[in-house]
Structures are given as structure tokens and as C-alpha cells.
């Protein structure tokens, strides 16, 4: 089992729809990052979180370290947000530095 | 925050050669990450290059295979060396910054061997 899981794999839906990407992790954390990837390959990071809640523009990113589970939202979804998103933890246990990424979810919005 | 310049952009190569690809960071920073992206999977660390040193390689990556330099604090290289066609994948460089809690990374290379 991978130690960040992401769902789902592939998410399709119409311009102007309310989208959810979610992530699991099984590790302790410091901190998770959302990161944006578009078709050229180049990785825009979207969110970095270590509790609760953060709202930049259209994307709103929420983390339950309880839980072990993250959520990225994206309001009023425009074809312009297709990309591949990928999920991202800085473990506490594991080597201080490294990232550990989720296999990525690719979005598609439709005009 | 950081800007990565990363290059080449893409390439394509014969089987057997090199391919060098760098990365240049407006900024100083401590630790650079090289990742390999295979087609269809994630992100996989190479090494971390540490100015200085010798790089740190994770399980399966051999400094023969991928080697680093990393002469200052701006600048890092890596070396896909002796390359097959399994070696084609995309291949990013990115630092942490600001207590090490941002992550950035470069424009990617996507290099494809024929």
C-alpha cells in the first residue's frame, strides 16, 4: 500500500462544476502540499497545509490530521484547470526533507 | 519564493548517450531534489544534492547511473548517463524554502530516448 493514495485517479466533469480530489496518507506529517501539473510537465504547488484550511481564489484545500486525510476543492471549475494534481507529505519520520507524492489525480473539465 | 530555471526543456536522444539537464535557482538554497517521473506514475526521488558534498542517492539510483554536481548554492546538474529507452520520463528539480515548508520546482525535462 502506497503511503499517500489519492482519489480518483481520474475525474471528468462539465465547466462550472463544484470538484473534489482527496488524499490519504498513512504517515505522520509535518506538512502536505497540493501541487498542480500541467501537460508540459512543469509543477506549480498549489497549497502547502499543516492544519486546517486554506482558500486561494477558486481552490480550497482542507487537512484532518486526525484523520490522515486531505481534500482539494475547485469552485466554478473552468477548462483551464485540467491538469493532473498530486497530493504531496513531508513526513515527521522519515527523512526530514523528503516529500512523498500520491500517484496524481488527472482532471479534465469540459466546455 | 523561489523561480527554477530548468533545462533542456525536452529532448530526445540516441540509446547510449548522455543528456545533462540543469537547473539554475534565483536564490540560495540549501538542498536541491532531482525526480524522476516515469509515464503515467509520480514522482520518484534520484538523490538530493547538497553543495559541498557528495550527492544522496535513494534505493535504485547509483551515482554512475545518475550523477550530480552541485558547485554552489544556485546551481545543480544531473546526468542521465548511458541512457535506454527505459530511461525516458520526465525529470524535475525543486528546493525547499521558507523553513523548508514551499516546495517549488523547475519547468521539467521531458527527455524521451529512441
Known amino acids: 500500500k502506497n503511503e499517500v493514495e489519492q482519489s480518483p485517479q481520474n475525474l471528468t466533469a462539465q465547466e462550472g462544476e463544484f470538484i473534489t480530489i482527496n488524499c490519504s496518507y498513512s504517515v505522520g506529517i509535518s506538512a502536505l502540499h497540493w501541487l498542480q501539473q500541467h501537460p508540459g510537465g512543469g509543477i506549480v504547488s498549489l497549497f502547502m497545509l499543516s492544519s486546517g484550511k486554506k482558500k486561494h481564489g477558486r481552490l480550497i484545500a482542507t487537512i484532518n490530521i486526525q484523520e490522515k486525510h486531505s481534500s482539494l476543492h475547485i469552485t466554478a471549475s473552468h477548462p483551464r484547470d485540467s491538469a493532473v494534481y498530486i497530493c504531496a507529505v513531508k513526513g515527521i519520520i522519515q527523512g526530514a526533507q523528503k516529500l512523498v507524492f500520491g500517484q496524481g489525480t488527472r482532471l479534465t473539465i469540459n466546455p | 519564493s523561489a523561480v527554477i530555471s530548468q533545462k533542456p526543456s525536452r529532448d530526445i536522444c540516441q540509446r547510449g548517450t548522455s543528456l545533462t539537464i540543469q537547473c539554475q535557482v534565483d536564490?540560495?538554497?540549501?538542498?536541491m531534489f532531482w525526480y524522476r517521473q516515469q509515464p503515467g506514475q509520480s514522482l520518484t526521488l534520484i538523490a538530493t544534492?547538497?553543495?559541498?558534498?557528495?550527492?544522496?542517492?535513494e534505493s535504485g539510483f547509483v551515482i554512475d547511473k545518475f550523477p550530480i554536481s552541485r558547485p554552489n548554492l544556485t546551481f545543480s546538474t544531473l546526468t542521465v548517463s548511458n541512457m535506454s529507452p527505459e530511461d525516458s520520463s520526465i525529470y524535475l528539480c525543486?528546493?525547499?524554502?521558507?523553513?523548508?515548508?514551499?516546495?517549488?520546482f523547475g519547468q521539467g525535462t521531458r527527455l524521451t530516448v529512441v
Open positions: 525543486s528546493v525547499l524554502q521558507r523553513m523548508n515548508t514551499e516546495a517549488f
Open positions: 536564490s540560495q538554497v540549501t538542498m
Open positions: 544534492a547538497n553543495q559541498g558534498s557528495e550527492a544522496t542517492y
